[in-house]
């Protein structure tokens, strides 16, 4: 049972454009969600998170939109970048003490094109 | 300065023998997670150790798989008789302490081939 869902698989974007990667999850406990970043032959890197209290958190060229209603969230990169260019993960926590462990979506490989 | 290391990064195994993979977490991290990653899913959690508190082994997917940290520090996940289906990516995490606001860091893996 995949609580946290990332439908595509894969995307390509332009560079320069904007970039929307797409997450939903299913279980009503989480409040916390993460994006992470993962370059082949590495461990995922933290990017950045929101909690749900908020509905957008921005840094930088990053921005994670929250649909609570929706059980849906998104990372926007604007603009893309070369660089940007690895598989992302959305991850959720579920609210309490003690519950770190992060349960994560199955990835979407970003490649942008030069 | 250090992240958290993992060895081997790659181990080919056969049916039936165990396997022990190591992590080295970052200096001073008391909380230390593993997490696996098969072909076509997300990454899963396994077990997540904080500091002398009895480990949350919730996540492992048989009694086939233990692990323990040693001194608060080294971790060993052991996999024993392995089987085709563990063929996988092992992560390992570690972070500051017991709280989200905790970053986790993640060693690069172990990939784990089993024929």
């Known amino acids: ?114 | 300065g250090a992240g958290v290391s993992q060895s081997p990064s790659n181990k080919v195994t056969e049916k039936g023998k165990d396997v022990e993979l190591r992590c080295d977490p970052i200096s001073g991290h008391t909380a230390l997670y593993w997490y696996r990653q098969s072909l076509g899913q997300g990454l899963e959690f396994l077990i997540y150790f904080q500091g002398n508190s009895a480990p949350d082994k919730s996540g492992l997917p048989s009694d086939r798989f233990s692990a323990e940290r040693t001194g608060g520090s080294v971790s060993t996940l052991t996999i024993q008789r392995t089987q085709q289906e563990d063929s996988a990516v092992y992560l390992c995490a570690s972070s500051l302490g017991r709280d989200r606001v905790y970053e986790q860091y993640f060693g690069p893996g172990t990939r784990l081939t089993v024929t």
């Not at chain 1, 939903?24 to 461990?43: C, I, Q, R, V």
């Not at chain 1, 849906?72 to 926590?93: E, K, W």
């Open chain 1, 1 to 114: 049972d995949q609580q946290v869902k990332q439908n595509s698989p894969s995307l390509s974007v332009q560079e320069g454009r904007i970039s929307i990667l797409n997450c939903d999850y299913t279980n009503s406990m989480f409040d916390y969600f993460l994006w992470y970043k993962k370059y082949p032959a590495e461990g995922p890197t933290f990017l950045i998170s929101i909690s749900s209290i908020k509905d957008k958190n921005e840094d930088g060229r990053f921005t994670v939109f929250l649909n609570k209603s929706a059980k849906h969230l998104s990372l926007h990169i604007v603009p893309s970048q070369p660089g940007d260019s690895a598989v992302y993960f959305c991850a959720a926590q579920p609210l309490g003490f003690g519950n770190e462990k992060l349960t994560f979506g199955t990835g979407t490989r970003l490649t942008i094109i030069p």
